[in-house]
T-cell receptor
Framework: DGGITQSPKYLFRKEGQNVTLSCEQN?????MYWYRQDPGQGLRLIYY???????QKGDIAEGYSVSREKKESFPLTVTSAQKNPTAFYLC??????????????FGPGTRLTVL | RKEVEQDPGPFNVPEGATVAFNCTYS??????FFWYRQDCRKEPKLLMS???SGNEDGRFTAQLNRASQYISLLIRDSKLSDSATYLC??????????FGSGTKLNVKP
């Protein structure tokens, strides 16, 4: 099946620990994005990548890191420097090569809770 | 000022009603516009893109008003299954998307 997978679905972390959230896609899309969503709020951009081995900070990158070694994969690490990491994390892709609609597609998300 | 603003609602309507949501955006150079639907604790899913001339998909109609910098979504003959949060999304002329905080719709029997 084509699509975007995120794992794990639920993640619990102790304060002071780094955790890595997985995002994999087989849509052959160039661009990938990480967002966080807090209750009752919109999505906020953490990092995005338009091509392999290149990525840019979004609006709330502090305390997060990413890598883009393969087109299919864009893992997000939540470091201990992130002060309020409990949130719903969403990975998205976009087929940046096509003109026209170029909408985003989302994975099912990872719900991170810091204990 | 936020890039995209929406009335959070909730809009509580009976089945069969017509309901409309508006969304305003701040960047006049924005090129692409979308409505997404998000069910509770799920990922957003594309409902429809919004084209300059307006577009319709079944019971859903989207309009764009560039002069006033707003987009709208009209839902006719509301169904119980339309209950969700509707996210307005604006894409300026580079590879970033800006999301509104969403408008919650409750369709009652």
């Amino acid at each position: 099946d084509g699509g975007i997978t995120q794992s794990p679905k639920y993640l619990f972390r102790k304060e002071g620990q780094n955790v890595t959230l997985s995002c994999e896609q087989n849509l052959n899309h160039d661009a990938m994005y990480w967002y966080r969503q807090d209750p009752g709020q919109g999505l906020r951009l953490i990092y995005y990548s338009q091509i392999v081995n290149d990525f840019q900070k979004g609006d709330i990158a502090e305390g997060y890191s990413v890598s883009r070694e393969k087109k299919e994969s864009f893992p997000l690490t939540v470091t201990s420097a992130q002060k309020n990491p409990t949130a719903f994390y969403l990975c998205a892709t976009q087929n940046a090569r096509t003109s026209g609609r170029n909408e985003q597609f989302f994975g099912p998300g990872t719900r991170l809770t810091v204990l | 000022r936020k890039e995209v603003e929406q009335d959070p609602g909730p809009f509580n309507v009976p089945e069969g009603a017509t309901v409309a949501f508006n969304c305003t955006y701040s960047n006049s150079a924005s090129q692409s516009f979308f409505w997404y639907r998000q069910d509770c604790r799920k990922e957003p899913k594309l409902l429809m893109s919004v084209y300059s001339s307006g577009n319709e998909d079944g019971r859903f109609t989207a309009q764009l008003n560039r002069a006033s910098q707003y987009i709208s979504l009209l839902i006719r003959d509301s169904k119980l299954s339309d209950s969700a949060t509707y996210l307005c999304v604006v894409k300026p002329n580079f590879n970033k998307f800006y999301f509104g905080s969403g408008t919650k719709l409750n369709v009652k029997p």
